[in-house]
Structures are given as C-alpha cells and as structure tokens.
C-alpha cells in the first residue's frame, strides 16, 4: 500500500497549491519491524516525515559500479580515505586489514552520515554482488591508468575466485544497469523539462439530487441528473533542486450540488468540493495558483504566494486529515468541502500572501501564514493590507513513527463590508448554514477562529480523525456571535482492493450558535440557527488501475440549513480521476 499523500483541491480556493506528493503516512508494518521516524525532502517539500522500515534500509558499504557514490546516497560520508574514519573499525577487529586495504589501496568503502561502517550487519548475495562489482570497476581503471602495480596478485587471485562463484549475481546486476541506462537514455530524449515536472487530473463526474427542498423557496429542488468535468494541470520548476515555482491551471464545468443562498438548495449545507470555480466561466482554463517555495536555513520553509490560499499552504502542508482530503497525485479525497476541511481553514480565499513553517524537530512544526484574498484589487477595501485578510497561526505535532498527529489552529481574519473573494463570498466558511456564511450590509466584520485537529492511525487498514472549531464573529458597530462545528471522520484504507479506500464521515457542518440582540443576519434580530444539522458522508474510492480511480458517495443533510422544518437532504455523486 503506498502512503497517503494529500493536498486541498477546491478549485476556487486551492488550486493554487501544487501536489506536495508527500509521504504522509507510510503504512504500519508487523510488530516485528521496527520503525524509523524520519524528516524527508520530497517534491521539495521540508517537513514532512515519513517512517522507514529497518529491513527496508540497504546497507552502502561500498560504493556503486561506475559511479562516485554509494548505493544509498543520502547515508554516505563521501570517500574514506582512511579506515580510522570509520569510529565503529578497530584494529583488533578481525576485518580491520581487509579493510584497512579496500579503503586505502582501492578506494571502494563508503560509511555512513554518523561516519561508522556498520560491518556487523547481514549481508546480501545481492549487496555483496554490487560491492564485488565495484571493486572489478576500480581493478580496470587501476590496469586502465598503468597503474596496475598498486594491485597484489593475490588480491586478483581472491577477486578471480568470487567472480567466478557470483558470476550469476553479477551478470544480472550488469544486465539491470545496462537496462537502466538504456530507460535513462530514453526519458532524457523524451522528458518534458529537466527542470520542470508537469502534473495532471482530469474528473468527469455524475451526480444528481436525491431528495431535498430548496430551503428558501420551502419547494422540492430539481432532481437532474448531469455529467460535468474538471482538469487541472500543475507545473512545478526547481532552480536550485531545494526550492519550487508552482504554477497551476484549471477549468471544469462541475455545479455544487450545495452553494450559496441562490444554489440549487439555497443553503451551503451539503457543498460538493469539486465544484469549478463560480466566478468565471465553466470550462475556462485559468491560472489558479502561482507560489514559490524556498527553504531559509535548515529547518525554516518560505512559501511566497501570488495566488494562493493560506489555510492551504500552511494548514496542509502536513495534512491533519490525510484521508478526506483531495491530491492531485492520489486523487483520495471525500465528497463534500466540509469533510475535507474544518471550519478554522475555511473562512480565506485564494489571494496572494506568504507562509513560513519552522520545525523545532521531528515532532513538532510551527507556521505562521498571511493572506489577501483580494490582493490584485486597488480599489478602496481591497489590496494586500487594505482588504480582507486571513491571518493563520498553527502548531502541528506527529508522534515518532507517524501514527499520530494533532495540531493546534488559530485564525484572525478581517473582512471589509460589500466585498467578494473567489468563492463568491464577502466572510465565513462557505460551508454549512446560510446564517455563518452572512454579515451586516454595510458593515465589516472580524472573526478570531481556534480548532484543535487530530488523526491517528489505528492499524494499516483503519484511521480515524476529528475536529472541533469555534468561532468568534463580531459585526462591527452591531454587536457580537459565536459558530461552530466539530466532526469524525473513519477511513478504511486498502478496503477490498489493494489502493482502494472507503471512507465513513459524521459531523455538524458549521453553524451559528449564539447571536447579539441587535444583529440581524437574515433571520430576525438576534435570531442564530435554530436547531442541530448533520452532515453524514460515505464513500468508496475503488482503484481501477494506478491512475485510475472511481469513487460513488453518498451526502445525507439532516436539517439543512440547521432548521428542522426542511426536509432532509440527499445527494448521489459518483466521480472518475484520471492522473497522468
């Protein structure tokens, strides 16, 4: 099973991020292999961990045929020119001449990063195949060079016998080198950039109200049928190999079933996540990101964003909720916006900005992010420190071995009155009750947002997550209220098919809970949502192929609209990924 990577994908809030493609959970291995918790530069992301099974880790004990660097190059402490380099070969070792001469007559021994050989571990047929061969290598560039003298005889007697006896291992080894340098001839004749890697999904996905009222006409919404797509291309350039330009273009003709008060059920309550984006045309391909990505020291990431969003640059970098959340690279995702995202992340928009993450150590990571949704804008109530803002603070923490995470959120967010972000909102989650997602014509309004997220995988094929947000709204000069949600999700990883995933999601989608007397939101002075709404999701992403997945779900709203007097809700969604 590969490991969970993930990245949010709501077109018109996301699709700025490139894929990260990052190991985020690998899948827990026997009690009886260990495993190593480690921090990994991927797809020039810094701080992601991933854990490494012992018995998946090769020895580099010497160095790789036809090359400078040992068969595992991120281990190796360059050459050793001496032996007294290696702190764990003493001369009492009963190996200590052996290798006293491979390392100083030879030159063929590499040791690792904490400068020891290792020399006590078991060996492979294989492992020593590949060292045997690189010492064949070194005697031909000795003979090569005249200086063969430098080479005993008895040394070549030695080197004769174990050709001779793991002559089948080596000629298997020279035949998958040859192959790889035919394979690497190749891609470099055909590869699209050698700077830049382009990425691609294309969805087509059907869906249909099932059942359901439009909550603001109280009339049984349509039950229509349709077929919609999406695609969504990413070019991600390194010009130093650590740091990333990642640009994204994207377009679809994909209609939440779910979004805002004019949408098919008038109520953001039950919002798909795979919409387009409603701002501009359908099928429009269009720049949806545009971000550049460095690392400032060692253990500090930069991520620098003309268009962006920076729940999403911060927040998941390390996805709290790996399962539920949509990757371009796995295309694992639930159905539904607010099963993908808590309410603290939801309330930015795509804009330009800046985030920066530091991690203290292994455990715990710490970023800071700022985000103008209405950056581009110079017109009053707009621009980069005039207009809306999202300010995001958050501390990630995931336990050695990666089984757990939880990660504190803090949100300030500030929206002038009568202005619109990508979404098509002026302020809230775009999700849940229409009343959260409303504000005082007229008036701006301020927001300060905590959530605490968790995620913890029980075994490789059950994980479990939740979430619990509150917000605290204040409609300047009007007065004051408070929402909130919280929320579980259960993922079943490898769920019939190896790759496949069901996933299993109970929550209360965002909702106000308390209103000040004087603040009228649409429903009367100081009137807040009236009762409790549930959000209950299923979905089965069964993998067709590598590339291909196939994923129905279910979305039941009890209450929309957090109003007992409408009818449940009812979607049926059924989406196809390509990826390429």
Known sequence: MSPTRSWANTPEISESSEPIDSSILAPVKDDKTIL????????????????TPISDIVLPSVKSPNTSRSVDQDSEIGQVNSVSQLSDVKPTDWAFGALQSLVERYGVIAGYTDGTFKGNRALTRYEFAAGLNAALDRLNEL???????????????????LQAEFAPELAQLRGRLDALEGRTTTLEAQQFSTTTKLTGRVQIVTGSL??????????????????????????NTSFTGRDSL?????GGSIASLGQTRAGLLGTYDGRTADNANITRPFNDLSVGGLRYRFPFGSKTQVNIYALSDGANELGF???????????????SNGISRFSRRALVYNYGDSGGGIAVL??????????????????????????????????????LYTSPGSRFRAALTYVNTYSPPNTQGLSGTNFGPAAGSNLVNSTVPGTGTVANLYGVQAFYQVSPRFAINGWVS????????????????????????????????????????????????????GAGLGQADKDLSLHIEAFYQYKIADNIEITPGLIWVTAPDSNASNPDSLFGWVRTVFRF
């Open 36 to 51: 190593v918790p480690e921090y990994v530069e991927e797809d020039n992301n810094y701080f992601l961990n991933q854990v």
């Open 143 to 161: 003979i090569a060079t005249s200086t063969a003298d430098l080479v005993k005889r008895e040394d070549l007697e030695t080197i004769k016998k």
């Open 210 to 235: 099932l059942s359901g009222n439009n909550v603001i006409t109280k009339r049984p919404a349509p039950r229509v049928v349709t077929l919609q797509n999406s695609v969504s291309l990413r070019l």
């Open 246 to 250: 990642g640009i994204s273009l994207g």
């Open 317 to 331: 970098t390390i996805p709290i909720n790996p399962y539920f959340e949509s990757s371009l690279a796995t295309g």
């Open 358 to 395: 530091h991690r203290f150590n292994q455990q715990f990571q710490f970023g800071l992010a700022y985000s103008a949704p209405n950056a581009n804008n110079p017109t009053d109530n707009n621009g980069f420190f005039t207009g809306r803002y999202l300010a995001l603070a958050q501390l």
């Open 470 to 521: 509150y917000a605290a709204h204040r409609y300047l000069g009007r007065g004051d209220g408070n929402a909130m949600d919280w929320a579980v999700g259960m993922a079943f990883p490898d769920l019939g098919k190896k790759g496949s995933l069901g996933g299993l999601f109970v929550g209360m989608a965002p909702r106000m809970t308390r209103l000040s007397k004087n603040v009228d939101l």
